[in-house]
């Protein structure tokens, strides 16, 4: 979030997303927006942490930690490791609203020239990360066939990264 840039036409979007495989809009969505979406990441967050763990969560001792590693000058971490949440969010009013007023703008604009209009959403999560927790480098999340349909990841952040070495994912 955070003040409206002019943003590239989806020509250029997507022969980025073509030629280097990631292309970054910024302000895709207003403050509004996001703060009622992150609410609600936060609160489906909080509903799934309040259950019990599954088999596979207490056969780990921590559940799924990323360590904290200084990744830019001046950063110290000082605390244990810390984590990252993932949730699979409902469709609910205000994420509806959230991914309409996305794809009705340049990001949809260019989801559309990249996978035309058959495109299917096949996975929503809301990813939070503690202060503290690592920041991710650039990884798959899933494999790569030229043989399968195409298939794109997108994050929106729904409030400013001040710090990269905070854990954004």
């Known amino acids: ?9 989806e020509a250029v979007a997507v022969d980025e997303l073509d030629a280097r495989g990631v292309h970054v809009m910024r302000s895709s969505l207003d403050q509004n927006a996001c703060d009622a979406c992150l609410g609600e990441i936060m609160n489906a967050t909080e509903q799934m942490l309040s259950l019990p763990p599954s088999m596979a969560e207490l056969s780990r001792p921590t559940g ?18 810390q984590h ?27 989801l559309l020239s990249a996978l035309g209009r058959d495109a299917e959403l096949c996975g929503l999560m809301g990813i939070t990360s503690e202060p503290g927790a690592a920041a991710q480098s650039v990884h798959a999340d899933a494999s790569y066939s030229a043989l399968a349909p195409r298939m794109i990841t997108s994050f929106v952040a729904l409030h400013d990264i001040l710090d990269v070495a905070r854990g954004p994912t």
Request: glycine letters at 10%; charged letters at 15%; a negative charge.
């Open 84 to 110: 990252r949440s993932e949730v699979m969010l409902p469709i609910s009013p205000v994420i509806d609203s959230t991914l309409r007023s996305l794809l009705s703008g340049a990001i949809g604009q260019c």
């Open 1 to 9: 979030c955070g003040l409206v840039e002019e943003l590239p036409g």
């Open 64 to 81: 799924r930690v990323f360590l904290p590693y200084a990744t830019s000058l001046g950063f110290a971490v000082a605390r244990e490791p």
